[in-house]
C-alpha cells in the first residue's frame, strides 16, 4: 500500500499544481515499488498546509489508512515523503503494520542491484547511515534505567537499576565501526579508480559521461552508441554500476562513453554522498550527455531534478549536449514544437539533438554533435624511442597516431610520429620522447 502527500504550499515545480506534483510523484513511487518486487494492492493521496510533526498526515487520515491496509491486508504502507523516525514509529503504532518511506525503498532497490563489490560497499554505507538514527530501544532484551516511580521509596527501586540502554548503545557502536570500514573500503576503491582512470587518459579527450532521469534510455542509447550490450530494463534502477566503453566518432577520435547510475528526484542525500566514486565518472567527464525522456509531458520538470543533481556535483559548468530521446513516440507537431524554441542557430545546431535510441534514428547526428562540441586535441610531432617489448605502447601510436618513420636499433624502435597531445603527454611522463619537434593543429 503506498501513501503521498501533496503540499498547498512551496511547490516543488513552479507551474505544477501542488496536488499534482504529488500525485506524479506518487505515480513514480508505483514504479518504484514494482521495481522493488512488491504489488501495490491500494494507494491513499492527500494534500495538506503542512505536514503533522507527529504523524505526517494527521490522526484522521492515518485512521483512514489503517482501514484501508487493513481491508487490502496490506502488509507493508510505503510513504512517498521521507518520514522521521519518531513519525515511522507513531504510524507503525497506529496502523500495526511495516512502515518504510521513499529513501528506504530506494535504498533497497539499490541493494537488489548492485553488483560489483564497490556498489555493494556504497549501498550498505548509504543503509547503516539511514538506519542509525533510526535504532530504538524498545523489548526484553534492552536494559532501561529505572525511573523515580514505583512503591515502597528507595527500596521500591532496588534490583530495577541497570547499566542503561547498553544493547542500544552496542548495536551503534557497531554501525559505526562498520561505517568506518566501509568508508575505508570505499576510499580503497576510489584509489584504484583513479588508478585505472590515469591509465584511461592514453584515450584523447577522456570520457563522455550519460546521465539523466531514471527510464529515460540511457542505456538503449548506451547500446546504440557503442554497440555494447547493456542491460535494459523499464524497471528503475535496473542498471545501477557504471559500464564504460570506446566509441570512434566521426573524425576517427577515440573517446570512452561511461553510462551512470540514473537520477531521481529527491534523490537521498546519503546516496550522493555514498556513490561519490561511482559519480566521479560524471565528475571527470569532457562532456556530458543529458538525456530526457521527451515523450514525458512533465520532461521539463525532470530535467531540472537533473541539473540540480549536476550542481550538487559541481559539473553544472562542464560542457554540455541535451539529448531527446524516445522521439519515435511523437507526433510530427510535437516535433516540431520541440525543436522551434531551441533553433538559435543554423539547423538548430545550438539546440537539444533528437534521437530514438530503440530506431536508431537521429544517432548518426548526435556522434556528429558530439565530436563538434569536444575540445580539439592538437596534433604533436614527435621523435620517439621506444623498447621492443612495448608492443602495446608502440600499437597506440600506430593506432592513434601517424608514423612518418621508423627504423630499428639496439632493441629498440626509432619513430617520427604525429600524435594527439594527449598521447604525448604520457609518452612524456615515459621517457620515451627523445625530440619535440613542431606542433600542428588537425585541420
Same mark, same amino acid.
Given at each position: 500500500m503506498?501513501?503521498?502527500?501533496g503540499w498547498?504550499r512551496?511547490?516543488?515545480?513552479?507551474?505544477?499544481?501542488?496536488g499534482?506534483?504529488g500525485?506524479e510523484s506518487?505515480?513514480?513511487?508505483?514504479?518504484?515499488?514494482?521495481? %522493488? $518486487?512488491a504489488?501495490? +494492492?491500494?494507494?491513499v493521496?492527500q494534500?495538506?498546509?503542512? /505536514?503533522d510533526? !507527529?504523524t505526517l498526515? =494527521?490522526r484522521?487520515?492515518?485512521?483512514?489508512?489503517?482501514?484501508?491496509?487493513?481491508?487490502?491486508?496490506?502488509?507493508?504502507?510505503?510513504f512517498?515523503?521521507?518520514?522521521?523516525?519518531?513519525?515511522?514509529?507513531?504510524i507503525e503504532?497506529?496502523t500495526e503494520?511495516?512502515?518504510?518511506?521513499r529513501?528506504q525503498?530506494?535504498l533497497?532497490?539499490?541493494?537488489?542491484?548492485?553488483r560489483?563489490?564497490?556498489?555493494?560497499?556504497?549501498?550498505?554505507?548509504?543503509?547503516?547511515?539511514y538506519?542509525?538514527?533510526r535504532?530504538?530501544g524498545?523489548?526484553?532484551?534492552?536494559s532501561?534505567?529505572?525511573?523515580k516511580s514505583?512503591g515502597g521509596?528507595?527500596?521500591g527501586?532496588?534490583g530495577v537499576?541497570g547499566?542503561?540502554?547498553k544493547k542500544?548503545?552496542?548495536d551503534r557502536r557497531?554501525?559505526?565501526?562498520?561505517?568506518h570500514k566501509i568508508? %575505508? $573500503?570505499?576510499n580503497? +576503491?576510489?584509489?584504484?579508480r583513479?588508478?585505472r582512470?590515469? /591509465?584511461?587518459? !592514453?584515450v584523447?579527450? =577522456?570520457?563522455?559521461a550519460?546521465?539523466?532521469?531514471t527510464n529515460?534510455g540511457?542505456?538503449?542509447l548506451f547500446n546504440a552508441?557503442?554497440?555494447?550490450?547493456?542491460?535494459?530494463?523499464?524497471?528503475?534502477?535496473a542498471t545501477?554500476?557504471?559500464?564504460?566503453r570506446?566509441?570512434?566518432?566521426?573524425?576517427?577520435r577515440?573517446v570512452l562513453?561511461?553510462?551512470?547510475?540514473?537520477?531521481?528526484?529527491?534523490l537521498?542525500?546519503?546516496l550522493?554522498?555514498a556513490?561519490?566514486?561511482?559519480?566521479e565518472?560524471?565528475q571527470?567527464?569532457?562532456?556530458?550527455?543529458?538525456?530526457?525522456?521527451v515523450?514525458?509531458?512533465?520532461?521539463a520538470e525532470?530535467?531540472?531534478?537533473?541539473?540540480k543533481?549536476?550542481?550538487d556535483?559541481?559539473?553544472?559548468?562542464?560542457?554540455?549536449?541535451?539529448?531527446?530521446?524516445k522521439?519515435?513516440?511523437?507526433?510530427?507537431?510535437?516535433?516540431?514544437?520541440?525543436?522551434?524554441p531551441?533553433a538559435?542557430?543554423?539547423?538548430?545546431?545550438?539546440?537539444?539533438?533528437?534521437?530514438s535510441?530503440?530506431?536508431?534514428?537521429?544517432?548518426d547526428e548526435l556522434?556528429r554533435?558530439m565530436?563538434?562540441?569536444l575540445?580539439v586535441?592538437p596534433?604533436?610531432?614527435l621523435?620517439?624511442?621506444?623498447?621492443?617489448a612495448?608492443g602495446?605502447?608502440?600499437a597506440?601510436?600506430?593506432?592513434?597516431g601517424r608514423?612518418?618513420?621508423?627504423e630499428v636499433?639496439?632493441s629498440?624502435?626509432?619513430?617520427?610520429?604525429?600524435?594527439p597531445?594527449?598521447?604525448a603527454?604520457?609518452?612524456?611522463?615515459?621517457?620515451?620522447?627523445?625530440?619535440?619537434?613542431f606542433?600542428?593543429?588537425?585541420a
Amino acid at each position: 500500500m503506498l501513501v503521498g502527500v501533496g503540499w498547498k504550499r512551496a511547490p516543488r515545480f513552479p507551474g505544477m499544481p501542488a496536488g499534482e506534483q504529488g500525485r506524479e510523484s506518487l505515480s513514480e513511487l508505483i514504479e518504484l515499488a514494482r521495481s %522493488a $518486487g512488491a504489488e501495490v +494492492v491500494s494507494t491513499v493521496f492527500q494534500v495538506r498546509e503542512a /505536514a503533522d510533526p !507527529a504523524t505526517l498526515v =494527521g490522526r484522521g487520515k492515518l485512521d483512514e489508512i489503517r482501514a484501508e491496509a487493513t481491508t487490502h491486508d496490506a502488509p507493508l504502507i510505503i510513504f512517498d515523503s521521507n518520514l522521521s523516525p519518531m513519525q515511522q514509529r507513531n504510524i507503525e503504532k497506529a496502523t500495526e503494520c511495516r512502515v518504510i518511506d521513499r529513501t528506504q525503498l530506494i535504498l533497497d532497490i539499490f541493494a537488489r542491484h548492485a553488483r560489483s563489490r564497490e556498489g555493494q560497499l556504497q549501498v550498505e554505507l548509504a543503509q547503516l547511515n539511514y538506519m542509525l538514527p533510526r535504532l530504538t530501544g524498545h523489548g526484553a532484551a534492552m536494559s532501561r534505567l529505572g525511573g523515580k516511580s514505583g512503591g515502597g521509596g528507595a527500596a521500591g527501586r532496588i534490583g530495577v537499576r541497570g547499566p542503561g540502554e547498553k544493547k542500544l548503545e552496542t548495536d551503534r557502536r557497531r554501525i559505526r565501526d562498520r561505517v568506518h570500514k566501509i568508508e %575505508a $573500503g570505499i576510499n580503497q +576503491v576510489r584509489k584504484q579508480r583513479a588508478l585505472r582512470r590515469e /591509465a584511461r587518459n !592514453a584515450v584523447p579527450l =577522456g570520457t563522455i559521461a550519460l546521465v539523466g532521469y531514471t527510464n529515460a534510455g540511457k542505456s538503449t542509447l548506451f547500446n546504440a552508441l557503442s554497440r555494447a550490450e547493456v542491460l535494459v530494463s523499464p524497471r528503475m534502477f535496473a542498471t545501477l554500476d557504471p559500464t564504460i566503453r570506446a566509441l570512434r566518432l566521426p573524425s576517427n577520435r577515440r573517446v570512452l562513453v561511461s553510462d551512470t547510475v540514473g537520477f531521481i528526484r529527491d534523490l537521498p542525500k546519503g546516496l550522493l554522498t555514498a556513490f561519490r566514486a561511482t559519480l566521479e565518472e560524471v565528475q571527470e567527464a569532457a562532456l556530458i550527455l543529458h538525456v530526457s525522456d521527451v515523450s514525458n509531458p512533465h520532461h521539463a520538470e525532470l530535467d531540472d531534478a537533473v541539473d540540480k543533481i549536476l550542481k550538487d556535483l559541481g559539473v553544472s559548468d562542464r560542457p554540455k549536449l541535451h539529448v531527446f530521446n524516445k522521439v519515435d513516440r511523437l507526433t510530427p507537431q510535437e516535433r516540431a514544437s520541440l525543436v522551434h524554441p531551441y533553433a538559435t542557430g543554423a539547423g538548430g545546431s545550438s539546440g537539444p539533438v533528437l534521437v530514438s535510441a530503440l530506431t536508431g534514428e537521429g544517432i548518426d547526428e548526435l556522434l556528429r554533435r558530439m565530436d563538434a562540441a569536444l575540445p580539439v586535441d592538437p596534433v604533436v610531432t614527435l621523435s620517439l624511442r621506444l623498447p621492443l617489448a612495448e608492443g602495446r605502447t608502440l600499437a597506440l601510436v600506430h593506432a592513434l597516431g601517424r608514423v612518418l618513420r621508423s627504423e630499428v636499433e639496439d632493441s629498440h624502435m626509432l619513430l617520427d610520429a604525429e600524435v594527439p597531445a594527449s598521447i604525448a603527454r604520457r609518452l612524456r611522463l615515459a621517457s620515451y620522447v627523445s625530440k619535440e619537434t613542431f606542433q600542428v593543429t588537425p585541420a
